[in-house]
C-alpha cells in the first residue's frame, strides 16, 4: 500500500530565510500534487506535477519531481508570513485515487 | 456551480443518530472523493467515486459509513449510529482532467 511521508511535519522559520520540505513515497507513481491550507479553510492547489524531473514555480515556491527517487520537493525563497499555513503532497495512486502526506505546518516570524 | 459546495458547513449531533452529507461537485467532473480530517491531522481517503464505474470504498472505516452518487453528480455521505470518534472534517473532492483535485469548503461533523 502506498505510503506518503513528508518532513519535517513543523516548520518555523524566519522571514527571509529558504528552506525545503520534503514528500517521499513508496510505490512508483508519476503524477505528484501540493496543496496549502490555511487554519480553518478548505485546501488550495498549488502545483500538479505529472512527469519526471518535472519542475513548477509560482512566486516563493518551486516544486519539483524525481521519480525514480520518489521525491518531490518544495522550495521556500525568502519566505514571507503570508506563506504560513499547512502544506501538503499527494500521490497518484491505482488510477486517480489520491493519498495525501502527513501534512507539514508552516510558520513565518518576523 | 463555480466550485464544489458541501452542505452542511457544520453540524453537531448526538452519539447514536444518523448523519447526510451532501457534496455538490463542479460541472463536468466526472471523479468525486470524500475524505475525512481530524483536528490537526492529515487527509484520510474514505471514497472515490468515477464516471459510471463501481466506487473505490477502501478508505471506509466501518460498515456505518455509506456514500452513494445519483447521476453521476451529486453525492452523500451517510454516517449511521454516529459515534464521538466520527467528529471531523468532511471534504469532497473533484477532479479534473489533470487528475488535480478541487476541495469544497468541508462539513464540520461533532458527535456529542
Known amino acids: 500500500e502506498l505510503k506518503v511521508e513528508q518532513n519535517p511535519l513543523f516548520l518555523s522559520m524566519q522571514e527571509g530565510k529558504n528552506y525545503t520540505i520534503y514528500c517521499n513515497y513508496s510505490?512508483?507513481?508519476?503524477?505528484l500534487y501540493w496543496y496549502r491550507q490555511d487554519p480553518g479553510k478548505s485546501l488550495e492547489s498549488l502545483f500538479v506535477?505529472?512527469?519526471?524531473?518535472a519542475v513548477k514555480q509560482e512566486g516563493r515556491l518551486m516544486a519539483s519531481l524525481d521519480t525514480k527517487a520518489r521525491l518531490s520537493t518544495l522550495h521556500i525563497t525568502a519566505a514571507v508570513h503570508d506563506l504560513s499555513a499547512t502544506y501538503f503532497c499527494?500521490?497518484?495512486?491505482?488510477?486517480?485515487?489520491?493519498?495525501f502526506g502527513t501534512g507539514t505546518r508552516l510558520q513565518v516570524f518576523p | 456551480g463555480a466550485g464544489v459546495s458541501q452542505s452542511p458547513s457544520n453540524k453537531v449531533t448526538e452519539k447514536g443518530k444518523d448523519v447526510e452529507l451532501r457534496c455538490d461537485p463542479i460541472?463536468?467532473?466526472?471523479?468525486l472523493y470524500w475524505y475525512r480530517q481530524s483536528l490537526g491531522q492529515g487527509l484520510e481517503f474514505l471514497i472515490y467515486?468515477?464516471?459510471?464505474?463501481?466506487?473505490?470504498k477502501s478508505g471506509l472505516p466501518s460498515d456505518r459509513f455509506s456514500a452513494e452518487r445519483t447521476g453521476g453528480s451529486v453525492s452523500t455521505l451517510t454516517i449511521q449510529r454516529t459515534q464521538q470518534e466520527d467528529s471531523a472534517v468532511y471534504l469532497c473532492?473533484?477532479?479534473?482532467?489533470?487528475?488535480?483535485?478541487?476541495f469544497g469548503e468541508g462539513s464540520r461533523l461533532t458527535v456529542l
Open positions: 473532492a473533484s477532479s479534473g482532467p489533470a487528475g488535480e483535485l478541487f
Open positions: 510505490t512508483t507513481s508519476d503524477r
Open positions: 506535477l505529472l512527469s519526471n524531473g
Open positions: 499527494a500521490v497518484d495512486y491505482l488510477t486517480d485515487k489520491l493519498i
Open positions: 460541472s463536468g467532473h466526472t471523479a
Open positions: 467515486f468515477q464516471g459510471n464505474s463501481a466506487p473505490d
